[in-house]
């Protein structure tokens, strides 16, 4: 996965939620795009976690990128 892949993924309107796994048997999910950044230079994603923790990742560990649908607004009849 490339750092363009995932820009792309973080600008595409309406946004898709989505899962990054990385070599080490982490991985983590994305809600919205005001929850990560990519920096100037790329190779860093600072994500905002549960409370005020950020993870940085490395997107050269990225080994894939899974999609999600985006959660259902509708209310059930």
């Known amino acids: 996965m490339t750092t363009d892949g995932v820009r792309q993924l973080l600008q595409t309107a309406p946004f898709v939620p989505f899962t990054i796994f990385l070599s ?8 919205h795009p005001d929850f990560a950044f990519i920096s100037k230079g790329g190779g860093v994603m600072a994500l905002n976690l549960e409370g ?4 940085l990742i490395d997107l050269m560990l990225a080994t894939h990128i899974e999609t999600h649908p985006p959660a259902s607004t509708a209310t059930p009849a």
């Open 52 to 55: 005020d923790a950020i993870a």
């Open 24 to 31: 080490a048997n982490k991985s983590y999910r994305v809600e």
